[in-house]
């Protein structure tokens, strides 16, 4: 094989002549944090509530806290992102449709990903929640009504601090999936980290450089989550319960 | 409000079909190698062999961390030129489908190989050593005790897997191989009915998948692990 291997490829101006190629490099890194960070907001908040739903004794609530489950996970999340992107801004009423559509460019893509990442992964999370809360001893659930609690003081200052707790090891591999997962995200052309390893191979036709960033980069995002997450996991772990101390 | 209109499904069907035997076909061949590479890691893994377990490690964790995305970009954009200039084939060969294939067995080993390890976890140790003291060898061991425990053991988790893995065949949207996404788009997109196409793709997903999952469900439930 004759490749011309050049790692100065990154130093050179861009072809826009606005920033050198690392710089479109950090920018695309910077996307995929900031979309990956909110999104997982979105998702923690939904996720936790869906869960705690599916686990209530009400067949209506836990029922469509089921549904909503099943429903964002059997869809392909690529065709989540398209029906979110193209689908739904013209199913909204025509002049908040419209609205959107005038707006940045950018935004709507960010937008579109963030909405769908953090739905997706939600469900993901729901699950996690469900079965920490369903780990807990029944008990537990009945010595807080026993006292003379309601369903939701029972759930707000027994169950949910025991069940949010246990529920952070798990998670971590669901944060970690959102970050791999919004480089689906480049279908839609929002410019993240891996776009940007694309179109760094379109314009200076050095695919293994730009290819071996993009992946070491993706490396490097994975060893600090795992990080940060382990710390988190060390202050939050409850004593007494499987992996505490 | 949005007018729909569903007439251009009923003629797009045969290629709609034809799109959704690439999915599955990526989907089986993935899957199939995905379990033989992913128990030979597994093995590899377990073993006391310091180098292969370090390989396998190594192998898991990288394929474990990075995008499919990424992966299906390094075979796609990466790897037809490479496999050209090692069978000697012609530049202009459409080696799309095989790269995906290749993509997603490599990447899904790494998932599977996980699953099985913990599989081979997952029966007592009591049991090798047994076997040592029947006078079997390590290979007899794997393949007549050990493993066929195991494998009843994961069979569902296999199958979820095998949905994931099926939902994921979606993205090589990303090679503009016609899978049955892919041909769903371009119908949406020729006859200006991307909305319509869109809903009737994510509608099939989720029949198809959620079916699987719940078959997977009642499965897992008659065949529980004693």
């Known amino acids: ?245 | 409000m949005y007018e729909f209109d569903w007439s251009s499904i009923p003629g797009a069907l045969p290629f709609l079909w034809d799109g959704m035997r690439v999915s599955l076909q990526i989907t089986l061949i993935a899957m199939l190698f995905g379990i033989v590479w992913g128990t030979l890691l597994a093995m590899m893994r377990l073993s006391p062999v310091r180098s292969l377990s370090l390989f396998a490690a190594g192998y898991v964790n990288l394929f474990r961390a990075i995008p499919v995305v990424m992966v299906l970009l390094w075979f796609f954009l990466i790897m037809p030129s490479f496999i050209q200039q090692l069978f000697g084939l012609s530049a202009g060969s459409d080696l799309r489908l095989a790269s995906a294939m290749a993509g997603f067995a490599l990447f899904e080993s790494a998932y599977y190989s996980e699953i099985i390890r913990a599989g081979i976890q997952s029966v007592p140790k009591g049991q090798l050593s047994a076997c040592y003291a029947l006078g079997m060898n390590y290979r007899q061991a794997m393949q007549l005790v050990i493993l066929p425990q195991a494998f009843r053991n994961m069979v569902p988790l296999l199958l979820t897997q095998a949905v994931i893995l099926f939902q994921d065949t979606s993205l090589v949207y990303v090679s503009a191989l016609a899978d049955f996404f892919g041909a769903a788009y371009k119908v949406g997109d020729r006859d200006g009915r991307l909305i319509e196409l869109l809903l009737f793709a994510g509608l099939v997903y989720f029949v198809i998948c959620f079916t699987a999952s719940t078959l997977v469900k009642q499965l897992q439930k008659k065949y529980r692990p004693a």
Do not use: H
Request: glycine share 8%; with cysteine.
């Open chain 1, 1 to 245: 094989m004759s490749y011309q291997w050049n790692w100065d490829v990154f130093l050179q101006p861009t072809a826009a002549g606005d920033d050198i190629y690392l710089g479109w490099m950090f920018s695309g890194l910077k996307m995929t944090i900031g979309l990956s960070l909110t999104a997982w907001v979105v998702a923690l908040l939904l996720g936790a509530l869906v869960g705690v739903l599916r686990t209530v004794p009400n067949r209506a609530l836990a029922g469509i806290a089921s549904g909503y489950v099943e429903l964002f996970r059997n869809v392909p999340l690529l065709v989540q992102l398209f029906i979110w992107y193209f689908v739904l801004p013209e199913l909204l009423p025509q002049s908040l449709g419209d609205a959107y559509k005038q707006s940045n460019p950018i935004l709507q893509q960010f937008l579109a990903s963030m909405v769908c990442l953090g739905l997706f992964t939600s469900a993901r999370v729901a699950e996690q929640v469900r079965t920490g809360i369903n780990s807990l001893p029944q008990g537990q659930k009945n010595a807080g009504l026993a006292l003379g609690f309601t369903l939701a003081q029972t759930y707000r200052y027994v169950m949910l601090p025991m069940a949010f707790r246990l529920v952070v090891p798990p998670l971590t591999s669901e944060f970690l999936n959102i970050f791999k997962n919004s480089a689906i995200c480049s279908t839609i052309g929002l410019l993240e980290l891996a776009a940007q390893g694309r179109q760094l191979v379109d314009y200076t036709a050095q695919p293994y450089e730009s290819f071996v960033a993009v992946t070491l980069a993706y490396l490097l995002l994975n060893v600090l989550v795992m990080g940060a997450m382990k710390k988190v996991e060390d202050r939050i772990r409850v004593p007494g319960y499987l992996g505490g101390k």
